[in-house]
C-alpha cells in the first residue's frame, strides 16, 4: 500500500493548495471504492513541524495529523505553495526540518511534488540542481538568484524528473495534481477529477499567462544600463554589437552578464519588451495585427507571428480572442 503526505510547512502556506490536493486524492479514492477498486493509498495524511499553521494573520488555521517525524517512509510526498508576499527566506529557514526530511524521504524511494512556490522548499533541499523546475511566472527571478543551478522553466505548467514534480503559479497547481492522480489512478479518474473540479485536464504551458516587466532584481549596472537601453529603443533598429561598444564591453562579455542577470539574451530580452507592447495593444484596442507588428518594430508579418507565439504560446489573433472583450463580443 502506499503513502501519500501532503505537508503542512510553518510560515504562511497557501491553505487552498492545501485543501485542494487533499480532496482531490480523497475524491479519487471515493471514486475508486465506489467502483469496487481497492484504495491506491492506505493512509493520506497532512504532516508537519508544529501542532498548528495559522495563516491570514489567524483568519485561518490548518492542523497537521502527523508530526513529520513520526512519518518514518512514505511514497509520495506534497509540498503547498505559500502565500503571495511572504519571506521566502524566513519560510525557508522556519522549516529546515521539513527540508531535511523531504531529501531523507526521497533518497529512501519517494517522489516529491511542489507545488508552485513550494518549488523555494524543494529546491532548499538541492534536489534539482541541474533539473528542470517551474514555478510562477511573477517569483522566476527570485528564484533564478536564489538558486542558479536549477534549470528554471517558468513557461511550464508542470515538469517531472527523476520523481521530482513542480508546477507553475496559482491555480495551475490543479494541474499538477491531475497529472499526479493521472499516474495513480489512471486515466479516467484523471478526467472524471477534471471535470469534478472544472479544471482543463492537460494545460502544458502558463506563457499567454506572463506579464513581462524586466528582471531588474540584480546589481549588474551594465546590464541595467542595456535593459533600459533596450527598452527605450525597442521600435528601432538593433544590434548586440552596437549594444556593447557603447557600454564599453565586448559582445561575449555583455551576452555572458545579461544572461546571468536576467536568464534571457540582449536578443531575447528586446522580443519580449516588444511582444509585452504588442500583448498590451492586442488587449486594448481595435488595431488590426499589421499594424500592431509596425508599431513594435517588425516589418514582417511571419517573423512577428513566430516570435508573439513563441513567448506567449498563442497567436498574436488568438491572444487577442482571448483577451479583448471587444474583440470577443465582435466575433460571438
Known sequence: MNHLTILVPDGQPNPI???STYMAFMQAEKHLVMRGGK?????????????????????????????????????????????????????????????????DQYKNGAEVASLCTGAFILASTGLVDGKKCSIHWNDANAFRQMFPKVNLVADHVITHE?????????????????????????????????????VDIDRSSQSPYIVFNGQKSHDDEIVLKAQEFLE?????????????????????????????????T???????VKVESAKKQLEISRKTVQEI???????????FREVFKKVTGLSPLEYRNKYNKEAVTASS
Open 266 to 272: 540582449p536578443t531575447e530580452y528586446l522580443q519580449r
Open 39 to 103: 484504495p491506491v493509498f492506505e493512509k493520506i495524511v497532512l504532516a508537519g513541524i508544529s501542532e498548528k499553521v495559522d495563516v491570514y494573520g489567524g483568519l485561518f488555521s490548518v492542523t497537521p495529523i502527523e508530526d513529520i517525524s513520526n512519518v518514518k517512509n512514505t511514497n509520495l510526498v506534497v509540498i503547498p505553495a505559500f502565500l503571495p508576499q511572504t519571506n521566502t527566506e524566513q519560510n525557508i529557514k522556519q522549516n529546515k526540518k521539513i527540508v531535511q526530511w523531504i531529501e
Open 17 to 19: 493548495t492545501i485543501i
Open 293 to 303: 507588428m509596425y508599431e513594435t518594430g517588425y516589418s514582417d508579418l511571419k517573423a
Open 232 to 264: 527605450k529603443s525597442s521600435m528601432d533598429k538593433f544590434s548586440v554589437e552596437k549594444l556593447a561598444k557603447e557600454l564599453a564591453v565586448s559582445r561575449r562579455n555583455l551576452d555572458r552578464r545579461f544572461f546571468k542577470a536576467t536568464g534571457n
Open 162 to 198: 527523476h520523481g521530482l514534480y513542480t508546477s507553475g503559479g496559482a491555480f495551475s497547481f490543479m494541474n499538477l495534481v491531475l497529472y499526479l492522480l493521472e499516474k495513480y489512478y489512471g486515466r479516467e479518474m484523471a478526467i472524471l477529477c477534471s471535470k469534478l473540479f472544472q
